[in-house]
């Protein structure tokens, strides 16, 4: 007999507002200590500068906005793990609007407070329950705000990589939530009861086709920090990479990701 499928991840609106705003704020107070020079600096994405990663953050806000603004759909046709797997179709239209809103605004932190005034507008006014068109089908609004906190754990994260010291933080909530949406996405990709993937004290997930583990210590193990995995499945670091690095453990046959990651496309 299979398995019985597992209900989806409940996830708490107001946490997960309050995360999404905390970790927004956190690099809306890093901005205001950029220098010219920094934000001129290179990123890791491809030709953006700090200044275009910077003004792509924004965009992670006002996505909400946007969709609010689009004819509500009919019914729900999308999941929220599907949202990973469907923001590569969007890669093109992004990169451009980021270099157009990096030379729209040249006070940055004037226009991230906007960014702000208007998402914190938004959420007090629509229902959760309201439907978004997104790229991965139509989504409640309170859904989709879960994906925002993947969107501002990862671009935290490039700052940090292209801006020597800048050290941002990443709101314990915020990281929580990335960690555990990215988890159940990669056990949508792999189906199945054969490997376990811990990222402690987030999330445990199972995955991959093979023998189901029902008891004692699985044969399949991978484990790894929060701040890897998201790094993981957002092709920021290399399976392999990690490996050498000593970022993740993994053992048993069944127990390499490496074809699955990453996850977003």
């Avoid at 208007?118 to 229902?127: A, H, M, Q, S, V």
Wanted: glycine share 6%; with cysteine.
């Amino acid at each position: 007999m299979p398995p019985a499928r597992k209900r989806p991840r409940a996830y708490d609106p107001a946490r997960t507002r309050a995360a999404v705003l905390a970790q927004f704020g956190t690099v809306r107070a890093a901005v205001r200590t950029l220098s010219p020079e920094q934000l001129a600096l290179p990123t890791r994405l491809g030709d953006w500068t700090v200044r275009e990663l910077v003004a792509h953050v924004g965009m992670a806000l006002t996505a909400v906005d946007r969709l609010l603004g689009e004819p509500e759909p009919a019914r729900q046709d999308g999941r929220l793990l599907d949202w990973p797997f469907a923001i590569g179709a969007d890669a093109d239209a992004i990169a451009g609007t980021a270099r157009r809103l990096a030379a729209e605004h040249p006070d940055l932190d004037a226009h991230l407070a906007e960014v702000e005034r208007r998402f914190t507008e938004r959420l007090d006014t629509r229902p959760g329950a309201r439907l978004l068109p997104t790229s991965a089908g139509a989504l409640p609004l309170a859904d989709y705000v879960v994906t925002r906190t993947v969107e501002l754990v990862v671009h935290t994260d490039d700052l940090n990589a292209a801006v020597p010291g800048l050290d941002l933080p990443y709101d314990r909530q915020a990281l929580a939530a990335a960690t555990r949406l990215l988890a159940d996405a990669l056990a949508v990709k792999a189906p199945g009861g054969s490997t376990e993937v811990r990222i402690p004290p987030y999330a445990v997930v199972q995955c991959v086709e093979g023998p189901r583990h029902t008891r004692g210590t699985p044969p399949n193990v991978v484990e790894t920090d929060p701040l890897t995995w998201v790094r993981l499945a957002t092709g920021r670091l290399a399976w392999k990479d990690a490996l050498d690095g000593a970022k993740v453990s993994a053992s048993g046959e069944r127990a390499d990701l490496g074809a699955l990651l990453p996850l977003l496309s």
